[in-house]
Structure formats: C-alpha cells, structure tokens
C-alpha cells in the first residue's frame, strides 16, 4: 500500500530563520511527488512536481528535491506570509489516478 | 482564469438526511477527482471521472456514497442517510492532461448534527 509520512507534524520558526519539511514515501513505483500549499479555509495550492530521484525545483523562498525514499521542501529566509499547512502527496505508477496524501506540516513563521 | 468552484461552502444537516454537493471543474480539465479531509487526517482519495466515466471508483467509504459527472464538466458527489463520522471538508480537484497536476477548489464543509 502507497503512504507517505511527513515531519515535523509542526514547526513554529523565526522570521528568516530556514528549516526543511520532510516527506518520506513508499510507493510501488514513483509517477510523480507532489508539494501543495494549504491555508486555513482553502484547498490545497500547488506548489511542484518532482518525477525523478536527483530533481529539484525551486520557486521564491522554497525549493523541493527528491531521492528515492523522501522528498525535502525547504524554506530560506521565511517570512511570516510563508505560515501555511504543506502538504505532500504521491502518485503511483500503473495507470492510478490518485494522489495520496501525507498528513501534512503546519508551518508557522512569527515576525 | 476561472478555479475549481464547489458549492455549497458550507452545509450543516442532520443525521439521516440526503445531501449533494456540486463541483464545477476548470473549464476544458477533463479529469474530475473528489477527495475527503477529516480533522486530523489526511486527504483521502474518494473517486475519480475521466469524462463522464469515473474508472476509479475504489475511495468511496460505503455505498451511500454516489457520484455522477455530466457533460464532461459538472460533478455532483451524493451521500445518502448522512452519518456524523461523514463530517469532514470534500474537495474536487481537476486537471488538464495526465502529466499536468491537480487543481482544488476550496472545498464544502460538511457537518452532521
């Protein structure tokens, strides 16, 4: 069975002060990881999508890189905008649709 | 453009009643998906339509649980004799092509008195 187990379940951090967020996954053959950005009342924005072991990508102060066991979403220099709950998910090979879902790390970044 | 729209935003009902909420997909996204998020847990995958066809059906909890897509567009997810552990935020999702990702709306909140 796909899971994926995300940690810390939350992290509090000081105005610039970088961390990383991480998502451990098994899956019967990776087709995609999924970040996503979720606020209080919203559904979940996306954020990236990372394929292969090795990849990254980066937008503003976040960037998410894969290997074969875990995926990392980090955050330099966060600012107080940043504080969401981020949510990681994956999508199996083999023809299935679904996306499966980590619990997710409310994060929160105090000025 | 337009996002994913679900309506009702919120809906209180009471145990026993019949709900449906609606979803109304990007426009041109031909994939649907409908998902549930309880407090505590994550987003759980209910079903999912390509078109009007859902040829994943494998999500949904019980069989009071039904959903239909019309058009290529619209999708209602039904849930019958409501229970109070149905309570819970549904979320649809839609996207474009295979290897594009999944849009949401901001989901129907659902609570059962």
């Known amino acids: 069975e796909d899971q994926v187990t995300q940690s810390p379940e939350a992290l509090r951090l000081q105005e610039g002060e970088s961390s990383s967020l991480n998502c451990s996954y098994t899956?019967?053959?990776?087709?995609?990881l999924f970040w996503y950005r979720q606020d209080p009342g919203k559904g979940p924005e996306f954020l990236f999508t990372?394929?292969?072991a090795g990849e990254e990508k980066e937008k503003e102060r976040l960037k998410a890189t894969l290997t074969k066991k875990e995926s990392f979403l980090h955050i330099t220099a966060p600012k107080p905008e940043d504080s969401a709950t981020y949510l990681c998910a994956v999508q199996a090979q083999g023809g299935s649709e679904k996306l499966v879902f980590g619990k997710g790390t409310k994060l929160t970044v105090n000025p | 453009g337009a996002g994913v729209s679900q309506s009702p935003s919120n809906k209180v009902t009471e145990k026993g009643k019949d709900v449906e909420l609606r979803c109304d997909p990007i426009?041109?996204?031909?994939?649907l998906y409908w998902y549930r998020q309880s407090l505590g847990q994550g987003l759980e995958f209910l079903i999912y339509?390509?078109?009007?066809?859902?040829?994943?059906k494998s999500g949904l909890p019980s069989d009071r649980f039904s959903a239909e897509r019309t058009g290529g567009s619209v999708s209602t997810l039904t849930i019958q004799r409501t229970q109070q552990e149905d309570s819970a935020v549904y979320l649809c999702?839609?996207?474009?092509?295979?290897?594009?990702?999944?849009?949401f709306g901001d989901g129907t909140r659902l609570s059962i008195l």
């Open positions: 339509f390509q078109g009007n066809s859902a040829p994943d």
């Open positions: 426009s041109g996204h031909t994939a």
């Open positions: 999702a839609s996207r474009l092509y295979s290897n594009q990702p999944q849009h």
């Open positions: 990372l394929y292969s």
């Open positions: 899956v019967s053959g990776l087709r995609g």
